[in-house]
């Protein structure tokens, strides 16, 4: 049960794969497409359009270099946009690591004396260092927006947080909740689709619903409590999709700790088989202002 939860909290909750090898980016090329009219648009364009939201959200698949690519792209595309206006909120670094990150950023220790204190992802190198490296070299803040991983396992195996020790208090969202509704239901959904081990069990579902609620809540109060402070900023988020699919997740919790904030939503969907987006697209117009449809790489088996 133990190892059942760790993977369930590290794979399900967090939306993260695991770190094998992958092959070299597909040649075909992704297609992102406008909701508002359905047409294909370049990158470039996408971010100019986005360039008046407060909160510019990326929903992306962890495993998929191409998107990674891409949303690299995205934040040197609203940086010459916003310039120093701009911050980068990651879900892949955790609150309590928010002092060795900014230290970090500032050139006060070394990326290994970092990388020792921060608890990155797996394949932080690949994925996730170019956007802090951007981020450093260009003096902007770097947001650790989410809840300590060990809090949201506690959450995911006990169900509540009530006995965590005073000294970890201070990481958790000032509130949170895990209401009925479309979000649960389509958690509900896609936990109970009976892939192996990504199968969950159904006594369990609502307490990594309730993990994966105090994920959303804390990074969106991260994200709003900095806006609070700092009223001329643009925040760019990255996070797994589930989170902000469908202005669901953490952007329907930002949206209302402050619904007069601009909130843009990139999300991820698969290519279809024969490269005809509109299949997917269609059905996921209301995901995100935008939707990336990506041509998979599929991960090999470790042996």
Not at 202 to 231: G, H, R, T
Request: charged letters at 25%; hydrophobic letters at 40%.
């Amino acid at each position: 049960m133990k190892r059942f939860l760790k993977f369930l909290c590290m794979c399900l909750v967090m939306n993260m794969a695991d770190p094998v090898a992958e092959a070299a980016l597909p040649t075909t090329d992704l297609v992102i497409v406008s909701s508002t009219d359905d047409k294909p648009v370049a990158a470039g364009q996408m971010t100019k359009n986005l360039a008046g939201y407060d909160v510019v959200f990326f929903g992306e698949f962890h495993d998929q270099d191409v998107l990674h690519a891409l949303e690299y792209d995205v934040l040197k595309q609203l940086y010459a946009i916003h310039g120093d206006k701009l911050v980068l909120s990651l879900e892949m670094f955790e609150a309590d690591t928010q002092p060795v990150l900014n230290k970090y950023l500032a050139g006060e220790v070394s990326e290994a004396d970092f990388l020792a204190d921060s608890r990155p992802w797996p394949r932080y190198q690949a994925d996730y260092r170019p956007m802090v490296e951007f981020a450093k070299t260009h003096k902007l803040p770097v947001l650790a927006s989410n809840v300590p991983r060990f809090l949201a396992a506690k959450m995911a195996k006990a169900g509540t947080l009530e006995n965590i020790e005073a000294e970890y208090r201070p990481y958790l969202p000032a509130k949170t909740s895990a209401p009925e509704g479309k979000y649960k239901e389509k958690f509900t959904a896609y936990m109970s689709k009976g892939e192996g081990k990504m199968q969950l069990p159904p006594q369990m579902v609502d307490q990594v619903f309730a993990a994966q609620c105090l994920k959303d809540d804390k990074m969106a109060e991260s994200i709003f409590y900095y806006l609070q402070n700092n009223k001329d900023k643009v925040v760019y988020h990255v996070n797994g999709c589930f989170h902000s699919d469908g202005h669901l997740g953490t952007v329907e919790r930002l949206e209302a700790l402050d619904p007069s904030l601009k909130v843009g939503v990139i999300t991820s969907k698969d290519m279809p088989a024969d490269k005809n987006y509109r299949k997917n697209h269609d059905d996921a117009k209301k995901d995100g202002e935008y939707v990336v449809c990506f041509p998979r790489v599929e991960k090999q088996e470790e042996k």
